[in-house]
């Protein structure tokens, strides 16, 4: 069974910065590129950034271009993301997945808040 544990969330201040971890199992972690997606309230589903399998290529939405990292272990089957420089309009629950659509497998998420 596919298992998605995200991790790190947690409320922080407008210009700080947290770092989520997701942790999976299940399947052959290091053959399969791996996302982190997000849902602000009230909003839809927004693809944040991609990572190959290797972590040799990573993508990420400009809304987060130039702040946020994603990087991967595949040793320990976990995937990171280091958000800096955070935004009020960052805060969404944050979800690792195996797609970046709606359809896509993905954990329970975790909510991060940024506000003062």
């Known amino acids: 069974e596919v298992q998605l544990v995200e991790s790190g969330g947690g409320l922080v201040q407008p210009g700080g910065s947290l770092r989520l971890s997701c942790a999976a199992s299940g399947f052959i972690f290091s053959t399969r590129y791996m996302y982190w997606v997000r849902q602000a309230p009230g909003k839809g589903l927004e693809w944040v950034s991609t990572?190959?399998?290797?972590?040799?290529?990573?993508y990420c939405a400009d809304s987060v271009k130039g702040r946020f990292t994603v990087s991967r272990d595949n040793a320990k089957s976990t995937m990171y993301l280091q958000m800096n420089s955070l935004k009020p309009e960052d805060t969404a629950v944050y979800y690792c997945a195996l797609g970046r659509y709606e359809s896509a497998t993905r954990g329970q998420g975790t909510q991060v808040t940024v506000s003062s």
């Open positions: 990572i190959s399998t290797d972590g040799g290529s990573t």
